[in-house]
Each structure stands twice: as structure tokens, then as C-alpha cells.
């Protein structure tokens, strides 16, 4: 594919995702590719393998494809021209096996002159983001081409030591509105309290644009004190039309308070997308899963709104013991027995007579909700889970039933899943990513793909918790069981 790229069209997508497979000979089949590819921007598919464990192999593989490569992407790069955001680890790597540490003093030069495109300026400003210093960073936010995507790139970095009031000040009154909502989501992240005054204005702002408005509301849970909540339960709304952006901020200054709001939406809130985030919300806070799963049963509700709670939380792909069980219960979900051999052969004997049509239909549907964290066909995007596109041709039968039914007993490599608590309460779950520098922790986000850099000496505690798979065959009847590995052992990979 490497020699063909140019005939083939973009594999660009494709190569990258196998640059982060799990497994490590596809890895380096990966980064041999991209060696003998001619396009600049194949060196960013070894720059993503390079976040990963290198055995000598992929070492020697890498050196060689970033080498071979160099003609092509060093000018492409020089230009302004590559984009290494979520590759940072990567660049590093890439620029230290060419010898081409220097080129960051080339960009630092090109940056201080004044025949710099805007598109020019992007890209060499987005590469001393990822790798340059202070100094370098001081630069960048206080330049007067400061753009969307260096402020969205600024995030994977920790907060800067100087001053950055400001120059994010300023960035609230951008010209691009994209830029204005990015300059808010990084005073939020890197907490810049000194902006909470504009960052309220915007929030109460009626005439402000609704997405800014919005991520405003949202940031003031990082930004405001106790006296805020005030403001953001009249902004909460009701089940009708809720603002769960308002309630998140409510959640991380007064966790109670925002619990039991949550908890009357939840009664009645028919919008799965906004469910969704409610759940994705809590679980991001330390102690909220359990406090929302305390007062979810306290309330004990029942019927259709439990199972929809239910379906919703699945379709997250997140992971909180406490509060799944507490849904399971509501929804009336049946108990996962225990690992039992004499059901993995009867399950793998009735699949014989199952539908596979049927079980394609109960795949894709929300009771199951495989489809929200697994592909089944060759194409579309990656998504939180593995593909199981050839699956049936990949594995037997009997190991099929058993990563359906029990999930967690066997987690396939890569796939493990950490839950990252930091000492001011925030939670990310993610895949940890090999990295050479002691003091950062990088985290793979297991949904969107990006990369986070935590400072270790902001981690209160790490967490190893699995699979994100949750047993939801539990909750099929035995024929739909049936007709779903029917569909699954029919899964061979053919165009």
C-alpha cells in the first residue's frame, strides 16, 4: 500500500489506524508502509506508531521508514504544511531518529519574520505546540494569528507557569467564533480563574450564540465558586428542555445539589443524546457515579424510563460498577451467571438455527447496542471497540460466546482500559500510550482518539478497569441470543 498510495487514493486514515493497532507486527507492516509511501503526510503514521511500545523491530523499522521519508516531509513540514496535533510523542520521535532536532529553531525563525501566510503560520505554530517550550508557548498565545487550532492544540499541553490571562482575554473576543468557544474550553482546562468575570457575561449573555453560550456555561464549574450555583440552577431548565451543560457545572461545585437536579431530569428525559451526557458527566468527577447510582435507586424508577436510562448508559462505552449495577437493577436486566462451559456449547449449538438477518437487526439495535462501540463492516470510522467485521472467520465459535457473555474475563490486548483520577476530582478514562518522559502520563481518550498529557504529580490515583464491554447479553432473551451469534459467526470479512 505504501509503493500504491498515490493510486489508490487516501489511505492516510487507514495506515494510522494500524499504526495504533494492538498488536505489534501489524504496527510495524504499518510503519514499513509509510516508508515507502512519497506522500509528506505518511510521516505522521509513524509518528503515531511511535506513541506506542517499540520492541527492536519497530525501532529499527521506524528509523528506517523516517529516513527514507525524509526528502518528502522535512520540506512539508518547513512549509507549515504537516499537521502533528495528537502525534506528539511521535514528532519528538520522528525529528530525534532524522537528526532533525534544529528544525525547531528553523520554525522559531520562519515564526519571527513577517512573510508568513496565515496557513503557514498554522502549521509551524501547532508544531512548536507540541514540542517547543515556554518561551516558545508565550509566543505563540500572544501572536496576533493565534488560530482555532492552535487553541484546541494548546490543550494537550499543561497550564504555562507565565501569565496567560491575557492573551486567552483577548482570545474570547476573537473574530472566529470557533476560536472565541476554543479559548473558553482552555481557560476552563487550564483553569484561569482570572477569567471568570468575561467567561460569566458570555453565560448570561441572551444575544451571545448558543454554543458559545453554551461552553460557557459549562466552563464555569472549573472557573466560578459556591456563590455560582445560584445562577446555574436557573439555567439548568427542565426535561423538556434541559441545559446539561448548566448541571455540570452545578455537579462539580456543589456535587449533591447537582445530584438530585440530575436525578428529577432523569425521571422524565426522554432525549437519549442529552442522557448521555449527563452520564459522561458524572463519570468524569470523583465519587459522582456513586452518588448518582445512591439516589438513581433511592428514586427507584421503573418501566420504560429505567430501560431507556439503561440503554443510554451502555451507548457510552464508559465504566462505573456502581452505578451499571444500579441500572441493570432498575431496568430489570437479569444477572450475568457465572462462567459456565455447558452454555458456551449450547449457546454455539442453537446459533446453528438462529437468524442471521435477525441478528444483524438486534446488532444495530439500542437494546444490544453493539453497533455504538463496534464496526461490522470493513468500511466507516474506527470506533471505542475493536472491529468485528471478520470476526467470525478470526475466532471460534466458542470464544465468541464467551467475549459476548463475559466480557471481562478475557480483555483483548489494547483494549484495557484505565481510569485516571486527578487531585482536584476530575476522572478521564482512556488507554495509557508508552511514553519516554517520566513526568507525563499520556492518555489515549477511548471515544474521540485524542491524546492527553497528564502532569504525574497532578495523580492522586490510577485505576485498571478492564473492559469497557458491559454484559448486556444478560438482558436478551435466549432466541435473540441465538440469532445474534448466527450473525456473528457469519462475520468473515468479504467485501
Not at 450564540?209 to 453554551?214: F, H, I, K, Q, V
Not at 470493513?378 to 471505542?384: Q, T, V
Request: aromatic share 6%.
Amino acid at each position: 500500500m505504501g509503493r500504491w498510495s498515490q493510486k489508490l487514493g487516501n489511505l492516510h486514515e487507514l495506515h494510522v489506524e494500524t499504526a495504533r493497532d494492538s498488536h505489534p507486527l501489524v504496527r510495524m507492516e504499518a510503519v514499513l508502509a509509510a516508508g515507502e509511501s512519497s506522500l509528506a503526510e505518511s510521516v505522521l503514521v509513524s509518528a503515531a506508531a511511535a506513541e506506542s511500545k517499540r520492541d527492536r523491530w519497530i525501532e529499527y523499522a521506524f528509523s528506517q521508514a523516517v529516513h527514507h521519508s525524509k526528502r518528502f516531509w522535512l520540506p512539508a513540514l518547513r512549509a507549515g504544511q504537516l499537521n502533528f496535533a495528537g502525534v506528539r510523542g511521535g514528532l519528538a520521535a520522528v525529528l530525534g531518529a532524522s537528526d532533525s532536532r534544529g528544525v525547531l529553531e528553523e520554525i522559531r525563525k520562519i515564526l519571527d519574520g513577517d512573510n508568513v501566510g496565515n496557513e503557514a503560520w498554522d502549521g509551524l505554530a501547532l508544531t512548536l505546540a507540541a514540542l517547543g517550550g515556554q518561551e516558545d508557548l508565550r509566543v505563540i498565545l500572544n501572536s496576533d494569528q493565534i488560530s482555532l487550532a492552535v487553541l484546541r492544540a494548546m490543550r494537550e499541553r499543561e497550564r504555562p507557569s507565565f501569565d496567560v490571562m491575557p492573551p486567552l482575554g483577548r482570545a474570547l473576543y476573537h473574530s472566529d467564533l470557533e476560536s472565541r468557544i476554543a479559548a473558553v474550553q482552555l481557560a476552563a482546562h487550564w483553569k484561569v480563574k482570572e477569567l471568570y468575570e468575561p467567561v460569566l457575561k458570555l453565560a448570561e449573555g441572551e444575544d451571545v450564540d448558543s454554543g458559545l453560550r453554551n461552553v460557557a456555561l459549562r466552563s464555569l464549574g472549573s472557573l466560578g465558586e459556591r456563590s455560582t450555583v445560584k445562577f446555574l440552577k436557573s439555567q439548568v431548565g427542565s426535561a423538556r428542555e434541559v441545559h446539561p451543560s448548566a448541571l455540570f457545572s452545578i455537579l462539580q461545585l456543589a456535587p449533591e445539589e447537582g445530584t438530585r437536579i440530575a436525578v428529577k431530569l432523569l425521571e422524565e428525559l426522554e432525549d437519549r443524546e442529552k442522557i448521555m451526557i449527563i452520564f459522561r458527566d458524572f463519570t468524569s468527577r470523583e465519587g459522582a457515579p456513586l452518588l448518582l447510582a445512591q439516589a438513581l435507586k433511592a428514586a427507584a424508577i421503573e418501566g420504560g424510563q429505567a430501560k431507556r436510562l439503561r440503554e443510554a448508559w451502555v451507548s457510552t462505552g464508559l465504566v462505573a460498577r456502581d452505578l451499571e449495577s444500579v441500572l441493570d437493577e432498575l431496568a430489570g436486566t437479569g444477572i450475568v451467571q457465572e462462567y459456565d462451559e455447558s452454555v458456551i456449547k449450547r449457546m454455539v449449538s442453537i446459533a446453528q438455527k438462529g437468524s442471521v438477518e435477525q441478528g444483524r437487526k438486534i446488532f444495530h439495535s439500542s437494546q444490544a447496542s453493539c453497533s455504538a462501540c463496534h464496526k461490522a463492516d470493513r468500511g466507516g470510522d474506527s470506533l471505542i471497540g475493536p472491529s468485528l467485521s471478520a470476526v467470525g472467520s478470526g475466532l471460534l465459535p466458542d470464544r465468541i460466546v464467551t467475549e459476548v457473555l463475559w466480557p471481562r474475563r478475557q480483555v483483548k490486548e489494547g483494549y484495557a482500559l484505565s481510569r485516571i483520577i486527578t487531585r482536584d476530582g476530575d476522572v478521564q478514562q482512556g488507554y495509557i500510550q508508552a511514553n519516554r518522559d517520566e513526568n507525563l502520563l499520556l492518555l489515549r481518550d477511548f471515544a474521540t482518539n485524542s491524546l492527553f498529557e497528564i502532569p504525574r504529580d497532578s495523580i492522586l490515583r490510577e485505576e485498571q478497569v478492564g473492559s469497557l464491554m458491559p454484559p448486556t447479553a444478560a438482558g436478551l432473551k435466549e432466541e435473540e441470543l441465538a440469532d445474534l451469534f448466527a450473525y456473528l459467526f457469519s462475520l468473515g470479512g468479504e467485501e
